[in-house]
Structure formats: structure tokens, C-alpha cells
């Protein structure tokens, strides 16, 4: 089986920049995700006024939609370029500051506020930093993740999230022997086992 040589693989922030940089952003999908739409009461859950968490964000047109809706989104991104098309390409006015616990970090926030982007790598932040979140819209991370970062990454989200709180986590399902990836293979076993 090839689910070995994948585990190995790594990509790194350096790669991630450079492919913004060269236009290389096929997940990025211009139009929202059906799979928000179709769940999303179970991410709402009936409420509102939420505090939505995009991990790996890059520039999600549903962080716009959400934010549309009344909720506060957070993301999280390593590229600055993701972070000013997301802002520019919906008009948004924005501005920018440093964050004061992560050096070198930067968070960009919509001039209305209910937009926050912070430009860093996500094993940055903690809750003592963004706080925690009602929801989080989990659609090209957990599988962008280096495997090997897989379980850091998973117990930060779990420290990242309110008691009651709704994760939607969108997989792939494919035969890891025919196809390569990206993203990367995670089998639904460590779904499981990565988030109880
Ligand atoms: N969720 C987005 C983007 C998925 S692609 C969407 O649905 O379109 C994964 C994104 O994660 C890329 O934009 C990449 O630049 C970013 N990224 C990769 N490693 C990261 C890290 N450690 N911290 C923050 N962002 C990262």
C-alpha cells in the first residue's frame, strides 16, 4: 500500500507561499462549498452571533458568507497574498496589525470587524491568544496537514473549541493506492481515533 509513502511527505510553508505566488491554488473554488450549505444547521446549531474558526483558510469565499450571516470569523493563513485577495476580491476594507504573542505575525481584520485574519502558521496561535470557537469549517486542512503534524494539529483544534461547539470537517474518499494526492489521505480510522 502507498497510505506508507504518504506519511513521509511533507510540504512545506515555503511551498505553500510559493505556490500563491505562482497562481497554483486549484482548491482554491470561487463558488461556496455545497457541503456548508447542506450542513449547516448542524454547524448553527439554531444559534447565533457564532465565533467560526477557518483553519488554513487561504482566501474561502465562505468566510464571507458566514460573516454575511451575522457570525464572527477567525481564520488562520500563512500567505499574506491569500489573506489581501480574500479582502480585495470582496471589497472589503481592512486593516492591519502586528499581534503582540506571536512574532512576526500579522492579523488582518475587516474595517466592520466581524472578519479577522490572522497571517502566521497555525501551530502559532492557542486559545489564550484567539480565544475559542463556537464552530469551525474545517474544508482543506486536516487533509493539507503534514501527517506527520496530524496530531498536533488535532489537539489544537480540540483546544480551540467550546464545549458545545460544531466542527465540520469535510474528507475525500479515494483509493490512496491509485491517486497520490493531494491533499494528503486521512482515513476515516484516524478521523476517529485523531478526534475521539
Ligand atoms: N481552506 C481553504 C484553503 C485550503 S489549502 C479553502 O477551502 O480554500 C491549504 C491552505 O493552508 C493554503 O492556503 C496554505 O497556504 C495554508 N497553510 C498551509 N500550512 C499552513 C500552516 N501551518 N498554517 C497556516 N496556514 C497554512
Redesign the pocket.
Known sequence: SDIGSQKERVVT?EE?LQK?EMGNIG???EQGHPLLQKYLDVLLNGRSGLRIF?P???K?VEMKWLADMGHSVIG????EQ?VKDFFSEHSLPYCEEPVPEISGAKMFQSTSGNISLYCC???DLSSSIVGKFDGVWD???LV?VNPRDRQRYASLMIDLVEKNSSYLLVTVSYDPNKHKGPPFYVPESEVKSLFG
Do not use: D, M, N, P
Not at 488562520?76 to 500567505?79: C, F, K, R
Open positions: 510553508e505553500w500563491w482548491f482554491h473554488k477557518f488554513l483558510c487561504g474561502a488562520v493563513e500563512v500567505s491569500a502558521s497555525i501551530y474544508r482543506g486542512a493539507a
